[in-house]
C-alpha cells in the first residue's frame, strides 16, 4: 500500500511552484505601466467603432453598423481587463508613492465613469446587434444613440487616460 505512491510531496510542490509563477506573471501584467498602456487599447477600439458605425449610417450598410457595434461590445470587454488591471496598479502605487493617493482618487473618478459608460454601450450594442440579427433592420435613433454615445465613452476614456498619465508623469519625477 505504500509503494502506490512514491513522492506525494512531488505533485503538491508542483502545483505550488505552478501556481507561484503563474501569480508572479499576472503580478508582472497587472503593473502600474501595463494599466497605462492598455487603457489605450479600449479607447482606440471604441473610437475605431465609431468611426466604422459613421460609415455604416452614411452608407446605409448593416453590416458594417454591425461591425461596429461588435467591435464596441469588444472594447467594453477589453475595459473590463484594464479595470482589473488598475485596480493591482492602485494598490502598488500607494504602497510606493502614498503622498499620491490624492491623484489616484481623481484618476480613479474619471476611470468609473468611463468604465461605465463603455458598459452601458457595450450592452446597448448588444442590444442593437440583436435587433439587426433578428429583424434585419434597427430603429435610427437607436443606432445614433450607439453612435453619439461611443464618441462620448470615446472622450471620456481619453480624458480618464490623460489623468492617468499626469499621475504616471508625477510619479516618476518623484522616484527620480
Known sequence: MTNTIKHPNYYHFQFVKSN???NHQINNVMSPSFHL????FPAAVVLTGAFIL????LTHSHQMQKTALITMVIAALISIFVVFAGYTAK????????EKIASINIHEDKAQSAFVMIEILGILAIATVYQLNKHNSVSSSLIM????LSFVVGYAMIVSIQSGIS???QIVQLNE
Open 91 to 98: 494598490e502598488e502605487i500607494r504602497k510606493t508613492n502614498p
Open 145 to 148: 444613440l450607439c453612435m453619439i
Open 37 to 40: 498602456i492598455a487603457n489605450a
Open 54 to 57: 459613421l460609415i455604416g449610417i
Open 20 to 22: 507561484l509563477l503563474l
Open 167 to 169: 499621475l504616471n508623469h
